[in-house]
Every structure is written in structure tokens, then in C-alpha cells.
């Protein structure tokens, strides 16, 4: 049995619904799969619904945006608690400025003459947590643009004048986060950013996993994360972080995990039971 534990919909910027998502899941023979979305859990509940129907394993999860010394990294939680009021506090904080940010996207390309409206972009979204992908859809539809890539290439690449920085956690406060909520943390990708030698830092801070197998990781680039997670005692996690056809062809099922390291990754999430905060009483502070 394997799994696939990097996956979007469209609740962030892929285009799956998550049932499509577990019927993409099922055609490819996975036993497994995880939902990564963008700074979101919203999808997680209609996954594991579809999930059950399919006779899948559905793993809880999403990927928070963190940043160490300005280089901005990823950072999944998985098993967690999606109903953690906490977590959901931090997560509607994440929802809040990149929507900010979207309409300070638009401004910027209004500034050049590009009539949008940000509300166009957002009914694009539909979800909680737009980014740019959304806004280089939105310039497509309106005609503005011919293509995704003119869209970045034009505006939202970094550099260009509709690019805004994300607003960012450090990677301690995103793995607090994911533990609080009863999670594993796993660095996503590392292969993708410059941080390896902030890796065992990111282990004192409580690092659980490392996703050594990535699409974008070449043979050679996941030797030398799974040679590094063995030598940190890392759980070893592996996604295909496929965002639906938005992006070339699905890639839904080319990063196959053995659910043997699922197991592992089940089995250090439980050590962090969700930490559940105390009901306010007529003592507690500040009433
Ligand atoms: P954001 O998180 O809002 O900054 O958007 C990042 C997303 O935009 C990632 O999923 C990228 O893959 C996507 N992206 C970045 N550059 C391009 C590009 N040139 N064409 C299409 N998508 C891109
Ligand atoms: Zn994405
Ligand atoms: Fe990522
Ligand atoms: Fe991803």
C-alpha cells in the first residue's frame, strides 16, 4: 500500500474539489492520501467523508507558510486536530492578510491601467485563502492576460509591480502550531529551498519529518534528504504536491510513499494529543 501526502485543492490554489481529489486518489491505486492545502484546513472534512466512501485512508493535514532568515519555507502538519479552535484562530489570521494582500495585488495592476476588481478575484477563489495563482486567473478570464505565465511574468513574479510579500510565521511558531493542534510537523520540500543548514535547528524546535520525496526533488536531491532524515531521526514523508491540472498534468500519484512511513508519522503525532484550552470560568483572568 502507498500514499500520497502533498496534495491541493481548491480550497487553496489546485482545482480539485476534494471529492475529485479522492476519486483521482483511488484511480491511482493509492491506500493513502493527505490534504495540503495553503494556510487552510477547510477541505479536510469533506476529504475524509469522501475518503470513507472511497475505503481510503484520509490523513488531516495543511502546509503553513513560514520563513527562516527571509527565505520562505513550508511547513506541513499532518494528523491534526481541524477543528482546533487555536489552530483556527492562527489559520483565520493567515486567511485575513492574504486576502489583504489580493486587494493590494489588484491596486497595484489597477495602477497600470489593468481594470480588476478584487471581488472578481475572489469569487475566482472561492476559498479562504487566495494567493496569486488566483489573481493570474483572474487577469486570464477578464482577457487581460493570454496566459497563467504572461499573468506572473507581466505582474506578480517577484520584482514585478503587482508582487506583494506574503505574510510569513517563523518555522518555530509553525510547528508549535501543528503540535498544539495535535500534529506532526515535516519540512516540505527542502530540496526547494536553502535552509539545510537551519534543519537541525528546526529539530530542536520539535521537527518531525522531512519530505524527502517530492516531485520537484530529483534522485539524487532525495538521497541526500533521506540520507539527512535518517541521520536526524526524521520521519521520512513523501507528496507529489499536485494542484490538480493547474499546473501541467495531475500529478497525483507520482510521488508513492510506502504506508509503512504513514504509520510512523501516525505514531509520532500521537505524541502531541491536541492540547484542548480550558473553557473560560468566572476565575479566570481578565473577567
Ligand atoms: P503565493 O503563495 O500567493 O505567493 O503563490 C504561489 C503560487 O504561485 C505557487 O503555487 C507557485 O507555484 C505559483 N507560481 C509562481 N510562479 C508562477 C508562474 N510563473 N506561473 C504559474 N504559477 C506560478
Ligand atoms: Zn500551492
Ligand atoms: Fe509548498
Ligand atoms: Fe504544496
Redo the contacts with the bound molecule.
Keep these: 500500500m502507498v500514499a500520497d501526502l ?3 485543492t481548491s480550497f ?1 490554489d489546485g482545482t480539485y474539489s476534494p471529492e475529485e481529489l479522492v476519486l483521482h486518489a483511488r484511480a491511482q491505486g493509492l491506500g493513502a492520501l493527505a490534504l ?3 494556510d487552510t484546513v477547510e477541505g479536510c472534512e469533506r476529504a475524509a467523508a469522501a475518503s470513507r466512501s472511497a475505503g481510503l485512508e484520509f490523513v488531516p493535514g495543511t ?1 503553513l507558510t513560514a520563513e527562516h532568515q527571509g527565505e520562505e519555507i ?1 511547513i ?1 502538519g499532518y494528523f491534526i486536530d481541524t477543528r482546533h479552535p487555536p489552530f483556527l484562530v492562527q489559520v483565520a489570521r493567515f486567511q485575513e492578510v492574504r486576502q489583504n494582500r489580493i486587494r493590494e495585488m489588484v491596486a497595484r495592476i489597477n495602477e497600470l491601467d489593468v481594470p480588476l476588481n478584487p471581488e472578481d478575484v475572489f469569487r475566482l477563489a472561492n476559498c479562504r485563502a487566495p494567493g496569486r495563482p488566483h489573481v493570474a486567473r483572474a487577469l486570464v478570464a477578464s482577457g487581460h492576460c493570454g496566459s497563467l505565465d504572461e499573468a506572473f511574468e507581466r505582474f506578480l513574479k517577484k520584482g514585478r509591480p503587482a508582487w506583494v510579500p506574503k505574510f510569513k510565521i517563523s518555522a518555530a511558531e509553525a510547528i508549535h502550531l501543528i503540535h498544539d493542534a495535535g500534529g506532526a510537523a515535516v519540512l ?2 527542502p530540496g526547494l529551498n536553502r535552509v539545510d543548514h537551519f534543519i537541525p535547528l528546526m529539530v530542536e524546535c520539535g521537527l518531525d519529518g522531512l519530505e524527502c520525496l517530492h516531485t520537484k526533488h530529483s534522485p539524487a536531491v532525495a538521497e541526500h534528504y533521506l540520507g539527512l532524515a535518517r541521520r536526524l531521526k526524521l520521519v521520512i514523508t513523501g ?1 507529489s ?1 499536485c ?1 490538480g491540472h493547474s499546473k501541467g498534468r495531475p500529478l497525483i500519484g507520482t510521488v508513492r510513499l510506502p504506508y509503512a512511513n504513514v504509520e510512523l508519522l501516525k505514531a509520532r503525532a500521537s505524541r502531541y494529543p491536541a492540547r484542548r484550552s480550558v473553557p473560560a470560568g468566572p476565575f479566570s483572568p481578565g473577567r
Excluded: K, V
Aim: a negative charge.
Design positions: 502533498h496534495l491541493h487553496s495540503t492545502d495553503h502546509e513550508h506541513l516540505a520540500h507528496g504536491d494542484h
